[in-house]
């Protein structure tokens, strides 16, 4: 049996969150003007280092946005989920989700300029590459994985 005061305590939560989420002051309905939209989100831009640990579940990479100078890259893949991932580095101007898929669910790897492969779940790799000035983009090559999400952007200067 639960206890009354676990249920009332219970009651005064829910009720307070429904107060706030339903509810309006009489303020914003006496307003005349409209409120304004909110201002869009800015993503900040990534810190720039070159060495770098990028995280893998099914199926994403955080972060999605690196930054590093000319020179050797590390980045060490660490797979928190539980099947393999891969992190293949490509030079390009294409944006991440323009790559072309091929009839195996994967994109081509021509301007690969390195990898760390694939890495089972729970288990980290790493690898060192030598980068030029440019765009890159990150993608797991496994079959399907890319067209799921998993990609990103390098930007190296």
């Known amino acids: 049996m639960i206890p009354k005061s676990a249920c009332i305590a219970t009651a005064t939560v829910l009720a307070a969150v429904g107060m706030t989420a339903c509810g309006s002051s009489s303020s914003d309905s006496a307003s005349s003007t409209p409120s304004s939209p909110a201002a869009p989100k800015v993503a900040a831009a990534p810190k720039v280092s070159n ?36 992190f293949v580095l490509l030079k390009t101007d294409e944006a991440p989700d323009a790559l072309k898929v091929d009839g ?50 390098l930007t190296v200067k």
Do not use: Q, W
């Open 51 to 86: 060495k770098v640990t990028v995280g893998t579940t099914e199926y994403a990479f955080m972060p999605t946005a690196l930054a590093a100078k000319p020179g050797k890259f590390t980045v060490t893949l660490d797979n928190k989920g539980s099947i393999p991932h891969e």
């Open 104 to 153: 195996s669910a994967k994109v081509s790897e021509k301007g690969s300029v390195g990898e760390v492969s694939e890495t089972d779940g729970g288990k980290t790799k790493t690898s060192t590459i030598d980068l030029k000035a440019g765009k890159y983009v990150f993608v797991c090559n496994i079959p399907g994985h890319y067209g799921d999400g998993m990609r990103g952007t």
